[in-house]
């Protein structure tokens, strides 16, 4: 076993020795692989799909036909649902879930008619994220940050209960004075920046590097804080792609004088795992066979380590190591954490902040 980092998820060490093939693998020659994916085709999840999913087809003993089956709604919920009534259990129906699939589930929104807990995770794909104001404002660190009490913030978000509820949640443990508009997805949040129409906004590592980081080399844009990885005793810890970032521990402890800690701070760093640290996960159906499982974890512990992948993934997905093999089982765990208390906790911060309904 070698220890490497994994990007947000750095907690839990991945097995770099792939496992061997046994006797018991599934053999996939001649079948249909149907991996569902709950959103349009195009977008983050369909094209992480699809990126995987000749070197899926490839891997797989057999080398199957493996297709994507885009089912759009409800943000992930139709989706989501269609797999748990449907999915059959043979390893020929796979899911590729996100960030907001586990959000309403969490959140216990009623549309969300699946148990993702009992589903079985193959590997899972982290990324990162940073959170940039217009320079305008003077803030460029967490000490100007907390003397900018009566700065209004004004954040363009999908809304309270998408992948927005990590930086929402942040911005109200450290104080900000935060004016939402709700409506705007990632990139159309982006070009509000650059239009002038917000004046803080967030992307995740990859659009970052890609559409903000030219904002930055050209002064309209100031980097603040990334929201960090977790080291191996799951501490947070600065994203090493981002490594001259403050993380938001070290932004909160600047301003308050202390770590973050109690309940607000646990469920954010649960909805910050299941939103970055692990945003996407294969998942089979909870009545798959354990042999199945294992056929499938093998695979994807063997596709990592081709020559060549973490260059195509870099491009591709994002420059974050997989999470593969066993260890994407206490990612999964610590997604699932969240108690009663804090569930019930979290639904009132979001009734009480924005009118949400349960």
């Excluded at 076993?1 to 792939?18: D, E, F, P, R, Y």
């Excluded at 450290?174 to 949040?189: E, H, Q």
Aim: proline share 6%; net charge negative.
């Amino acid at each position: 076993m070698k220890k490497i980092v994994w990007g947000v998820m750095a907690g839990v060490s991945i097995a770099c020795s792939s496992f061997s093939m046994s006797s018991l693998a599934q053999d996939f020659s001649g079948e249909r692989i149907e991996w569902l994916v709950p959103f349009k085709e195009g977008g983050g999840t369909d094209t992480w799909a699809r990126f995987f999913l000749p070197k899926v087809s490839e891997s797989l003993p057999g080398a199957p036909t493996v297709v994507i089956k885009n089912v759009p709604g409800g943000g992930s919920i139709n989706g989501a649902n269609q797999f748990e009534a449907r999915a059959k259990t043979d390893g020929t129906n796979v899911f590729g879930s996100t960030a907001s699939t586990l959000f309403y589930y969490l959140l216990g929104d009623k549309r969300a008619r699946y148990e993702p807990k009992d589903w079985q995770a193959v590997f899972a794909t982290p990324t990162g994220g940073v959170m940039y104001v217009d320079p305008k404002l003077g803030i460029n660190s967490p000490k100007d940050l907390a003397a900018a009490k009566d700065v209004e913030f004004i954040f363009p978000s999908l809304g309270p209960t998408s992948l927005d509820l990590v930086p929402l949640l942040a911005m109200d443990m450290l104080g900000m004075k935060v004016r939402p508009v709700f409506g705007m997805d990632r990139s159309a949040g982006r070009l509000a920046f650059e239009r002038g129409e917000v004046n803080i906004d967030y992307q995740t590592s990859a659009p970052f590097i890609q559409k903000v980081m030219p904002l930055v080399d050209e002064g309209t844009a100031k980097p603040l804080l990334s929201w960090g990885v977790l080291d191996d005793d799951g501490n947070i810890v600065r994203d090493p792609s981002f490594p001259e970032l403050p993380t938001f521990v070290e932004t909160y402890e600047a301003i308050h004088g202390e770590k973050p800690s109690g309940q607000a701070f646990e469920v954010w760093k649960t909805f910050f795992i299941a939103g970055f640290a692990a945003q996407k996960i294969m998942f089979l159906p909870k009545e798959a066979s354990s042999d199945t499982l294992q056929t499938y974890r093998n695979t994807m512990a063997d596709v990592v380590k081709q020559p060549g992948f973490k260059e195509q993934a870099s491009k591709a997905i994002g420059d974050y190591d997989q999470i593969v093999g066993k260890n994407v089982d206490a990612a999964v765990r610590m997604i699932f954490s969240l108690s009663a208390e804090d569930k019930k906790w979290i639904q009132q911060w979001l009734t009480e902040r924005y009118n949400v309904k349960f």
